[in-house]
C-alpha cells in the first residue's frame, strides 16, 4: 500500500546534498502552509481536509449512488476544470470499476461533441451531476441548459428533482438559485478549497459515488497520503522531494515537465496533474510548463523530441507495480517475429523493460528523470497520488515565490468573450 520515488535518473543534475541545502525553503513553504502564513491562506483547505471527512457523509453519498443507479443507467457530470478532471481521471484510471457508464458535458462548446452525447443518452434513464464552484461559468452553464431542457421534455418535476444534483457554493452563484428554487438535491463546496484542488471535496465525491466508485479507500488513501506528505522529514517526504526536484531542475534550465506512463489509464490523471501544476505555478512570468505523454504510443510520435530535442526537458515517470490482470505471451512454432524470448513471459514484463529501457535512454540523452511508482492502480493508490500532487505543488509554487492558489490568467479570454457576447456581467 504505498508510493515510492525514485531519483536515481536525477544523478549529475540533483543529489541528495542540493535538496538538503534548499531544506530552509522548503521548511518556510511547510510552516507557511501549515500555519496558513502564506500567499493565498485562504485557500488551503485542503491541506486537511482528508481528515475532515466525516464517514457519515461518506456513508450518505454511498446510499445516494445506491438510489440514483436503482432509477438510472447513465450519468452525466457537467463542469469544467477543477469541476471536471479529477472525475474523469478518477473513472479513467480505475477502468471499469464504475457501475454506470459516466459522460461529461460542459468542458467545451462543441456542438457536435454534446449532440451526439444527448444522440446517445436518448433512449436512456439519466442522471446529471452539474457541478460548479462560482456556478456562473459559461461552458458548464451553457450546457446545463441545453440538457436541463431535453430533460424538461422527459421527465416531471418531480422526477427531474431525483435526477438532477447540484454541487455550487453554499450561498452564491446561479446554481445555487436554481438548485434552491427547484428544489434539486445539492451539495457544498467549501470555500477555502479552490477548484484544482477540490477532486475529495462533493466535487469529485458525489459524481464519483452515483457512478459507483470505492470513494471510502480514495479518501482512505488521501488520509494516508496527508498523514505522509504533510511531515517535515526530508528524507521521509517524497512529495517534498518532488517539489524541490522540480525547484532545482527550473533553476537549471529545465522549463518544460514531462508527465509520462506506460499504464494508459493513467491519461486523464494527467490532464488533472496539467491543470493543477500549470494554474498553480504558471504566474508572474515563472512556471515550469506541463505536458503529459503515454507510452509507448507516443514513444513512437515524441520519442525523438524526447530523446534529441532542445534539452530544456525533464521527465517524470507514473509507474504501477502490480497491474490488475495478466496477459501471457504465447509461443509461435515458426518465431518469425523472433519474440519466443518472451513467450511465457506477462506482456506487463515487456512494459517494464521498455520503460527501463526509456528511463536510461532519456537520461543518458540529457533529460533528467524520476519515477513515481504506485503498488497498485486502485482507489487508495490515487487517494494519496492526488494529495502527493496537490502538497508538492503548494510548496513548490511557494518555493518559486508564487501564490499557488489564484488563477488571474484565466479571466483575460473571459472578459473578450463576454464582450463579444455582449454579457454585462
Ligand atoms: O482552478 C480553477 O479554479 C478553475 O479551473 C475552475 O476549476 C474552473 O474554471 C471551473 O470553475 P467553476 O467550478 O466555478 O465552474
Given at each position: 500500500m504505498s508510493i515510492k520515488y525514485d531519483k536515481s535518473y536525477l544523478r549529475g543534475y540533483v543529489g541528495e546534498n542540493d535538496l538538503k541545502k534548499i531544506f530552509p525553503k522548503i521548511k518556510k513553504a511547510h510552516d507557511d502552509l501549515e500555519n496558513k502564513t502564506g500567499l493565498g491562506n485562504d485557500y488551503v483547505g485542503w491541506t486537511d481536509l482528508p481528515s475532515r471527512i466525516e464517514d457519515k457523509f461518506l456513508d450518505s453519498l454511498v446510499n445516494l449512488g445506491k438510489e440514483v443507479r436503482s432509477h438510472s443507467d447513465f450519468l452525466i457530470s457537467i463542469g469544467i476544470g477543477g469541476s471536471y478532471l479529477g472525475i474523469r481521471a478518477t473513472i479513467k484510471f480505475l477502468r471499469n470499476s464504475e457501475l454506470i457508464p459516466v459522460d461529461y458535458a460542459g468542458h467545451n462548446m462543441s456542438v457536435d461533441g454534446l449532440y451526439e452525447l444527448l444522440e446517445n443518452v436518448k433512449n436512456k434513464r439519466i442522471t446529471i451531476c452539474v457541478i460548479s464552484k462560482s456556478g456562473t461559468t459559461t461552458e458548464p452553464a451553457i450546457a446545463f441548459r441545453i440538457i436541463k431542457k431535453v430533460m424538461e421534455e422527459k421527465y416531471s418535476k418531480e422526477e427531474l428533482r431525483q435526477r438532477i444534483i447540484c454541487v455550487t457554493d453554499e450561498k452564491k452563484g446561479a446554481l445555487r438559485k436554481i438548485a434552491d428554487e427547484c428544489g434539486f438535491k445539492s451539495f457544498v463546496i467549501p470555500d477555502d478549497v479552490g477548484g484544482r484542488f477540490s477532486v475529495l471535496t462533493p466535487v469529485?465525491?458525489?459524481?464519483?459515488?452515483?457512478?459507483?466508485?470505492?470513494?471510502?479507500?480514495?479518501?482512505?488513501?488521501?488520509?494516508?497520503?496527508?498523514?505522509?506528505?504533510?511531515?517535515?522529514?526530508?528524507?521521509?517526504?517524497?512529495?517534498?522531494?518532488?517539489?524541490?526536484?522540480?525547484?532545482?531542475?527550473?533553476?537549471?534550465?529545465?522549463?518544460?515537465?514531462?508527465?509520462?506512463?506506460?499504464?494508459?489509464?493513467?491519461?486523464?490523471?494527467?490532464?488533472?496533474?496539467?491543470?493543477?501544476?500549470?494554474?498553480?505555478?504558471?504566474?508572474?512570468?515563472?512556471?515550469?510548463?506541463?505536458?503529459?505523454?503515454?507510452?509507448?504510443?507516443d514513444l513512437h510520435s515524441m520519442g525523438q523530441l524526447m530523446q534529441d530535442g532542445v534539452r530544456n526537458v525533464f521527465e517524470t515517470f507514473i509507474a504501477i507495480e502490480k497491474p490488475e490482470h495478466s496477459l501471457i505471451i504465447p509461443s509461435e512454432k515458426d518465431d518469425l517475429d523472433k519474440f519466443n524470448i518472451v513467450a511465457g513471459r506477462d506482456l506487463d514484463y515487456v512494459n517494464k523493460q521498455a520503460y527501463k529501457a526509456t528511463a536510461a535512454a532519456h537520461y543518458e540523452g540529457g533529460v533528467p528523470n524520476s519515477t513515481i511508482s504506485l503498488d497498485k492502480a486502485d482507489s487508495y493508490h490515487l487517494g494519496k497520488l492526488y494529495y502527493f500532487f496537490e502538497r508538492a505543488v503548494a510548496v513548490s509554487g511557494y518555493l518559486l515565490g508564487v501564490n499557488p492558489f489564484n488563477q488571474p490568467g484565466v479571466e483575460a479570454y473571459k472578459k473578450k468573450m463576454f464582450a463579444l457576447l455582449g454579457k454585462k456581467d
Open positions: 469529485g465525491l458525489v459524481p464519483l459515488a452515483i457512478a459507483g466508485v470505492d470513494i471510502k479507500a480514495l479518501v482512505n488513501g488521501a488520509r494516508d497520503g496527508q498523514k505522509e506528505y504533510s511531515s517535515i522529514d526530508l528524507d521521509k517526504n517524497i512529495a517534498y522531494q518532488y517539489a524541490g526536484v522540480r525547484y532545482l531542475l527550473y533553476k537549471k534550465k529545465k522549463l518544460i515537465e514531462v508527465l509520462a506512463s506506460f499504464y494508459d489509464n493513467v491519461f486523464y490523471v494527467a490532464e488533472w496533474w496539467k491543470q493543477l501544476y500549470g494554474e498553480s505555478e504558471a504566474k508572474e512570468g515563472k512556471g515550469i510548463f506541463p505536458s503529459s505523454l503515454i507510452m509507448s504510443t
